[in-house]
């Protein structure tokens, strides 16, 4: 799981400045036609949730105790809710909320594989 946390913790680095920079696009076109969405703002938040669940990923990858993981699934966990729930019509937020979830998913997994471990 060392790898799976410093692998995600680098993709979702890069992919949040991508996040960030479409997320602004689409808040301004949303903001030009008064569309009442905000899909842009949320995606804004999803980035930065993001970023900050990757580094944390990276941080606590060699962590034998469980805080660093569960951080990991909060911040992760949070910015899917955000993008799921506000996507509105920026569609490609529910494909950044779907690689936050598999993170959140894949974090709870090493809890368990990790308490798993120390039980032995």
């Given at each position: ?7 995600a ?5 890069i992919?949040s400045?991508?996040?960030f920079f ?5 808040g301004t076109?949303n ?6 969405e ?29 805080g ?27 494909v950044?909320?779907g690689?936050?979830?598999i ?8 809890i368990?594989k990790q308490?798993k471990g120390?039980?032995?």
């Open positions: 799981m060392k790898t799976w946390k410093l692998v913790g680098i993709l979702s680095i992919l400045v991508f996040v479409q997320s602004v696009l689409v076109a903001t030009m036609s008064a569309n009442g905000v899909g842009g703002s949320a995606g804004v938040f999803v980035s930065i949730f993001m970023l900050a669940g990757g580094i944390v990923s990276i941080v606590v990858r060699n962590s034998q105790k469980n660093g993981n569960i951080a990991v699934v909060i911040l992760f966990l949070l910015a899917s809710f955000l993008g799921i729930g506000l996507a509105g019509s920026f569609s490609d937020l529910n950044w909320a690689w936050c979830l993170n959140a998913v894949l974090a709870i997994i090493s368990f308490n120390v039980q032995q």
